[in-house]
């Protein structure tokens, strides 16, 4: 069936597509009651964060906007230490989508909400003109511990620098896949809940975490660098990157520092910590290629070191950068 | 300036626009943090709520996109009873957009936040191919009091039925700019806090609320008839329609029961406190026009009375009816 501006009415079209599809897929006691709002269980100190997705292709290797919409918004809830709890789900169609295609998309979003532990507690549909493509918004809510502080401003000299794995796979897939590029590089989109957990749980004193996304880890460290006033310093040799990703960057002249990924995130935390840090994510799920990769210092900025102990500045991404690969 | 591609990188670009627009109207120190999500207070209870706004035209007689957006997730959250506290801002940007219609929509959105008194937390920013159009994506977040429990499914026989204003406005003001026709009808686009604080407040036992969107009085009323198992009876005669909006409606054979607005609630409460109720309406911005239009019977679905005695069933929309008004 396609998707027609009727869909988008709020009258009997508009229903029968949220219960032949959304409901079905996303049904629960919360969400089926089907009220203008939510009403849930909270806690004394809540992270809330909001994520749009309007990546082409909707499908990719390794996942597809659905997994995207769900995994983009619970790693920002995690990044603040915080336990995803809620996620709503806002569907924006374009007039000819076509309904199997929504349903593949909102199964593989209730999959990955199962994943990370999330319930999907409302949601709006709205349909356009256009030719048929997906946006979604997913808007989460986490629960907060009273102590907790992970925060861009708290990165302290000494501190080491970690990431949870591979770097570039998310873009390079994606990339891969609009350009029809046959290759076996698959997207890394995943939930980092368990990682989050682990090391919270076993005392890793966290400063600062962040998900390694649009504008890749050359505008996240800068970003870090700038708040906390401090340079960090990573080594290019200690960056853990796939070969063939690090093949396809070359052939197309592609930064890694400037590629996205969904499913990695950047940690910050004392020296002391750092290894032990490392052995715990590499104990969870997505994690196998953590590694230690670079040091807070007194200044500013990002400093790359290369191989043979050359030194230079990374920037921010400037320009486009492959915009819709989320 | 035109908006870009590049302005959804995800790197420069993007933080100069965040900077240079939201930043500027949307500024508070939670907001201002840029991390990947907002840590704010919570209470226990709490209501969530999401709408994406795809409205065209962006702008029209009495409102634009940017009041709409917070206006209609506000709402939402009022209608469970919550005080609305958080809201999020993501928007979804077809390149070509001018830089100056963002910002004149996002000094709109700033100034209802104001006058709802919620505080915009977190944003996202997405480019896409395109015309030049504008979509939002809101969710709230709301404090729901204990013992709160305003919900569909609590209609009791013998309950009045209230509007807190006319029928039609948005719906017509919309049809109206998009048709380019000229008149003097307002969006009655409007955060409804003030009436649904001061009825909570003065002990008023509200059964349920909604506010009447897509789909209008006949498709909401539907809803909570089915939600209850009851039926609804409204007389013709009661329900407040301003007069040009009649006369529009009628010219191109619109049925006012399914014409939507973004600034009136229908409420269902005993009967003994209706007029009660609809005395502290008035009273309140936006609520001049309150009446009660109905009860709350035996049976099933929505029966209309008309003023010759007559009854006739009222449906829910079916088809399109303009799906764009929100």
Request: one cysteine or more.
């Amino acid at each position: 069936m396609k998707i027609t501006l009727a869909h988008g009415s709020g009258g009997k079209s508009t229903s029968d597509l949220i219960k032949n599809i959304f409901a079905k897929h996303f049904g629960n006691p919360i969400l089926n009651m089907m009220e203008d709002s939510a009403v849930v269980a909270s806690s004394s100190k809540i992270a809330v964060t909001t994520d749009s997705f309007v990546i082409t292709p909707l499908f990719f290797k390794g996942g597809d906007i659905g997994r995207l919409a769900v995994c983009g918004t619970v790693n920002d809830l995690l990044m603040r230490g915080a336990t995803p709890k809620y996620i709503t789900s806002a569907f924006i169609i374009e007039e000819g989508a076509d309904s199997d295609t929504l349903e593949k998309i909102s199964a593989s979003m209730a999959k990955t909400a199962k994943e990370a532990g999330v319930t999907i507690i409302c949601g709006d549909t709205k349909v356009i003109d256009g030719n048929g493509n997906i946006f979604i918004n997913t808007t989460g809510v986490g629960f907060v511990g009273e102590s907790t502080d992970i925060v861009s401003t708290n990165l302290r000299e000494g501190d080491a620098v970690i990431v949870s794995g591979t770097m570039g796979d998310h873009h390079a897939a994606v990339l891969s896949a609009r350009m029809n590029i046959e290759n076996n590089i698959k997207s890394d989109n995943a939930p980092l809940c368990r990682m989050v957990r682990e090391m919270l749980k076993d005392g890793m004193e966290i400063h600062c975490m962040r998900d390694v996304t649009r504008g890749g880890l050359g505008t996240v460290l800068n970003e870090l660098a700038d708040s906390s006033g401090v340079n960090i310093e990573i080594e290019e040799q200690s960056i853990p990157v796939k070969e063939e990703v690090k093949a396809f960057a070359k052939i197309l002249g592609l930064n890694i520092l400037h590629m996205g990924n969904e499913g990695k995130l950047v940690a910050v935390l004392p020296e002391k910590q750092a290894q032990q840090a490392v052995e715990i994510i590499k104990k969870c799920p997505y994690g196998e290629n953590a590694a230690v990769i670079g040091r807070v210092n007194k200044g500013k900025g990002v400093t790359l070191i290369t191989p043979l102990s050359g030194k230079r500045q990374v920037n921010v991404l400037f320009g486009e950068g492959l915009p819709r690969i989320c």
